[in-house]
Each structure stands twice: as structure tokens, then as C-alpha cells.
């Protein structure tokens, strides 16, 4: 493979990484109602597994969440899921809607909520390092191919570690951000 396709390789990796923090981030409440926190609540209806979003359009109202589903029929399915999600939201219903209202965070669960954000953040770091060590063994495994030079090898190298430094710096900025919406929601 040549050493242009494996960067390429890595870098999408990479950013596989960040991307799969940011969609778990999105699951975390903040203080503000968001819809995104209900995506990755799964509800037991019509014989399988759906999420929230293909039964109901969820909509934000003030201080709270308003989930109106497509069918009447799946208003319980879905009241039953949240409930058993760790979300810690108690669904109300008047028989058509479910509204969701979200309390401001107390300083203790803000505290816990950016323990995992910034334990989910170094989980994504460790990912991006093992792409670059996987890559690294990789560029390094063309040494004795003829053609590429040690210059070559080097720079290829020096790229590998700069997409890194930059994968790894997205990171940062999407904790920081995420952080700075759980202490200020």
C-alpha cells in the first residue's frame, strides 16, 4: 500500500474516533432540553428495535421535551423506554403526547456528567494513538521497499504524527465545548 494511502487510511480512522465521541456526547444531557438526548434510546415496537426519532417528533417547549409519536399505539412503548433509560427523566402523558421536563442539573451530576465526558475523550485519544501505532508499523514496514527512500519514510512519518496532534486536538475542543454546555446548562 503506498504510504499516501495509508495516511489516508489513518485519517479517517482518526476521525471514526472523534466522530463516535461526538454521537455519544450528543447522548448526555445538559441543563438545556436538547432532542439529541433521547437518540440513543432504543424502544421495543412492531417486533424489533427502534429509536425515538423513527416513532415520534420530538420537539423543545421552554424547559421540557415534547414527544409526539406517529402512531398512538406506540405512545407507551416509548414512555416505557425512557423510563428505563439512565437519563433520569420522568415521562409525563396525556394520552397523545409525552412531555419530558428537563431540571436544571444539580453541581454534583454536572461534575459526574464531565468525569465521563472527559473519560470518554481519553478513550478516543487512546484510539487515535492506536492508529498511529498501527500506521507507524505499517510506513515502517517499507523500508526495504525499493523505491521510497528513508526521506520518504520520515516525512510520511512526520505527517502521521501531525494528523495526531491535530486528531487529538479535536478531541480536546469537542470536551471543552461539551463541558463547558454541561457547567453552564
Known amino acids: 500500500m503506498p504510504l499516501s494511502a495509508i495516511l489516508e487510511k489513518a485519517e479517517e480512522r482518526m476521525m471514526g474516533a472523534v466522530e463516535a465521541m461526538e454521537r455519544e456526547f450528543k447522548g448526555i444531557r445538559t441543563g438545556r432540553p436538547a432532542p439529541e438526548i433521547l437518540d440513543g434510546i432504543k424502544v421495543s415496537a412492531y417486533g424489533g428495535e427502534m429509536s425515538v426519532k423513527q416513532l415520534a417528533m420530538v420537539g423543545v417547549q421552554e424547559r421540557s421535551l415534547m414527544v409526539k409519536p406517529f402512531d398512538p399505539g406506540t405512545l407507551k412503548d416509548i414512555e416505557r423506554a425512557i423510563r428505563a433509560s439512565d437519563l433520569g427523566l420522568t415521562p409525563m402523558t396525556d394520552g397523545k403526547i409525552i412531555r419530558l421536563n428537563i431540571p436544571p442539573l444539580t453541581e454534583e451530576r454536572r461534575k459526574q456528567l464531565t468525569k465521563h465526558c472527559e473519560e470518554r475523550a481519553e478513550m478516543a485519544r487512546v484510539a487515535i494513538?492506536?492508529?498511529?501505532?498501527?500506521?507507524?508499523?505499517?510506513?515502517?514496514?517499507?523500508?526495504?521497499?525499493?523505491?521510497?527512500?528513508?526521506?520518504?519514510?520520515?516525512?510520511?512519518?512526520?505527517?502521521?504524527?501531525?494528523?495526531?496532534?491535530?486528531?487529538?486536538?479535536?478531541?480536546g475542543e469537542v470536551l471543552k465545548k461539551k463541558v463547558a454546555d454541561i457547567m453552564n446548562g
Open 129 to 171: 494513538r492506536n492508529v498511529r501505532k498501527d500506521a507507524k508499523k505499517e510506513i515502517e514496514g517499507h523500508k526495504k521497499t525499493p523505491g521510497i527512500g528513508e526521506d520518504q519514510i520520515s516525512g510520511a512519518l512526520e505527517d502521521l504524527q501531525k494528523l495526531t496532534d491535530d486528531y487529538e486536538g479535536m478531541v
